[in-house]
């Protein structure tokens, strides 16, 4: 059995946990958080909850610890961190920050002679996958990368900083002429806005003027101005009722050219529709924390990405097995 | 640059000279067939074409061997055979016969201190790879592949020897009601009737029977007669204006549930569109060859699957180009 930890309880760590009960080869041995652990319930029966602090004193218990943070302020000091004394999984997911991450987590990891996934889940994860594979099969093509239908934080924490805006929600949507464009092969130049639309769901507050927070929002720099974005004023209640959710998702394209005149093309295509963004994330990360006990278990040290790890890493099933079932 | 020896110039060997061409650190060193090398034209010029029995002798001027004959005959003899001498790969696609052969090709690998990598294509191949990801992350779902729309070459095969056929298609077509079904998160069960159509352009010889030609297609065991087959009769000159081409494809999709109680569905789907089945499949071969080159390098030895390739050898990029601009 695989001991996992959580670092951080919030939507990501308790699907880490939901995932966890899913894979037969692992147990649910601590989750650790920084508030206080008698306020904090989790689901499963009989796991402890401890303070952060006392994780690294509790290393031995602990094969994976998994951690929950967020990009912006706790993963690039969490993971160098928590790498010199445990085998750990992150999701960081600020692309422009990856290569300074990876050094420093590498350094950290290489030191306690322990493994570190950085990066674990759908973009970056599964979606960088698909575009190294396809750029490796494919040399000569175009890569596209579309998401949503889905649920954006960060667009949706802007809505609601609006003056005069009690609630909301941003879905970002893929224009479906361009993924038909991108699909037939003709290889489209698309701007930002001809990719996606932005479609918003506001509770405005008692007495708010609703055409200035449209304007407010649409003329938005940054987050909604390069943007179609339209703009639809509901209640509380309805946002409760029909966008209590977290799905995501999204389609990593590539087309390109073969033969020796370039004469045929061909389009490969990967594409996500998840209901929750967080639990899928999760599930992605369970298995490259599998994948990080077995390397550690073989000596392997330092920082990892998807892309350094051996697909047959990820799996519970062994070599032959996945020859025979899978190939 | 990696020097690559092409074994069998056929759809496939052709499909890998092309390769080469694509990618600027690879160079065609020989082709290497059993047919009169006098009697054998390639596309690259100043490479030489010789007889199959010179291959090992000239073992040191090639770093990759890519074995491109068929599953049924060459390669189970051929490629423990040369894995003895060379860094090999293959496109064994027999299977249920993948673990027979990996075990001997390993055998011969590990004894010729080499790497060999098998099975390597689209299906098996990046299908493989498809099922093992979603797999991994997905614990709880359904797996589900369709091939097509394409031309199957067994079942174009098929039809060219029923009595009074002249010449003949086969097109493998996936229902698209039943990729409604399960790209909807249903997990349908579907068969064999329910996936796929089988639509025939066939080229009678004059003064056949077309009523006794279809029928006997249409009940053909094994190949048709567990399908809705549709036959088309119609003249050499329009199978070879409208059917010379060599497409095919095909979708890996996996629903499956996350959640405490299952709550969410997730579906994830790869699909290939190709206009040159074997230049696609010597397009992933030929990064597989890039693959083997450096495992060999690294000093690995010993038969290898997609499965065993860690994603990065795959790349012309180094680790760090990578992280900055696919992950």
Same mark, same amino acid.
């Given at each position: 059995?695989?001991?996992?930890?959580?670092?951080?309880?919030?939507?990501?760590?308790?699907?880490?946990?939901?995932?966890?009960?899913?894979?037969?080869?692992?147990?649910?041995?601590?989750?650790?958080?920084?508030?206080?652990?008698?306020?904090?319930?989790?689901?499963?029966?009989?796991?402890?909850?401890?303070?952060?602090?006392?994780?690294?004193?509790?290393?031995?218990?602990?094969?994976?610890?998994?951690?929950?943070?967020?990009?912006?302020?706790?993963?690039?000091?969490?993971?160098?961190?928590?790498?010199?004394?445990?085998?750990?999984?992150?999701?960081?997911?600020?692309?422009?920050?990856?290569?300074?991450?990876?050094?420093?987590?590498?350094?950290?990891?290489?030191?306690?002679?322990?493994?570190?996934?950085?990066?674990?889940?759908?973009?970056?994860?599964?979606?960088?996958?698909?575009?190294?594979?396809?750029?490796?099969?494919?040399?000569?093509?175009?890569?596209?990368?579309?998401?949503?239908?889905?649920?954006?934080?960060?667009?949706?924490?802007?809505?609601?900083?609006?003056?005069?805006?009690?609630?909301?929600?941003?879905?970002?949507?893929?224009?479906?002429?361009?993924?038909?464009?991108?699909?037939? $092969?003709? %290889?489209? !130049?698309? *701007?930002?806005?001809?990719?996606?639309?932005?479609?918003?769901?506001?509770? #405005? +507050?008692?007495? @708010?003027?609703?055409?200035?927070?449209?304007?407010?929002?649409?003329?938005?720099?940054?987050?909604?101005?390069?943007?179609?974005?339209?703009?639809?004023?509901?209640?509380?209640?309805?946002?409760?009722?029909?966008?209590?959710?977290?799905?995501?998702?999204?389609?990593?394209?590539?087309?390109?050219?073969? $033969?020796? %005149?370039? !004469?045929? *093309?061909?389009?490969?295509?990967?594409?996500?529709?998840?209901?929750?963004? #967080? +639990?899928?994330? @999760?599930?992605?990360?369970?298995?490259?924390?599998?994948?990080?006990?077995?390397?550690?278990?073989?000596?392997?040290?330092?920082?990892?990405?998807?892309?350094?790890?051996?697909?047959?890493?990820?799996?519970?099933?062994?070599?032959?097995?996945?020859?025979?079932?899978?190939?």
């Amino acid at each position: 059995m695989i001991r996992i930890g959580i670092m951080g309880y919030g939507n990501l760590g308790r699907g880490i946990e939901c995932a966890v009960k899913q894979n037969a080869d692992m147990e649910l041995k601590a989750v650790f958080t920084r508030r206080n652990p008698e306020t904090v319930r989790i689901l499963t029966e009989g796991v402890p909850v401890y303070p952060a602090e006392e994780a690294v004193k509790r290393k031995e218990e602990i094969d994976v610890l998994i951690l929950c943070g967020g990009s912006a302020t706790d993963l690039p000091g969490q993971t160098p961190e928590y790498a010199k004394h445990f085998t750990v999984v992150d999701s960081f997911d600020t692309h422009a920050r990856i290569p300074e991450h990876f050094a420093n987590v590498d350094k950290a990891a290489v030191e306690g002679g322990n493994i570190a996934v950085i990066s674990a889940g759908w973009d970056p994860g599964m979606f960088s996958l698909n575009r190294l594979y396809a750029n490796a099969v494919l040399p000569n093509g175009n890569d596209y990368t579309f998401w949503g239908k889905g649920v954006s934080q960060g667009h949706s924490d802007a809505i609601r900083r609006v003056a005069g805006v009690a609630d909301g929600k941003q879905y970002t949507i893929p224009v479906e002429q361009a993924l038909a464009a991108v699909r037939s $092969g003709e %290889n489209p !130049e698309l *701007s930002v806005r001809d990719k996606h639309i932005r479609e918003c769901f506001v509770v #405005p +507050e008692e007495g @708010a003027d609703l055409a200035k927070i449209e304007e407010e929002i649409k003329t938005m720099p940054n987050y909604f101005s390069d943007y179609d974005t339209t703009v639809h004023f509901i209640t509380q209640e309805e946002l409760n009722r029909n966008h209590s959710g977290i799905p995501h998702g999204g389609f990593v394209i590539r087309s390109g050219k073969t $033969g020796w %005149n370039e !004469e045929n *093309s061909h389009v490969i295509e990967y594409s996500l529709r998840l209901d929750s963004n #967080p +639990e899928f994330t @999760a599930s992605v990360i369970a298995a490259c924390a599998r994948a990080a006990y077995r390397m550690k278990a073989e000596g392997m040290k330092g920082c990892k990405t998807v892309f350094d790890i051996a697909p047959a890493y990820l799996s519970a099933l062994d070599g032959a097995q996945l020859r025979a079932s899978m190939l």
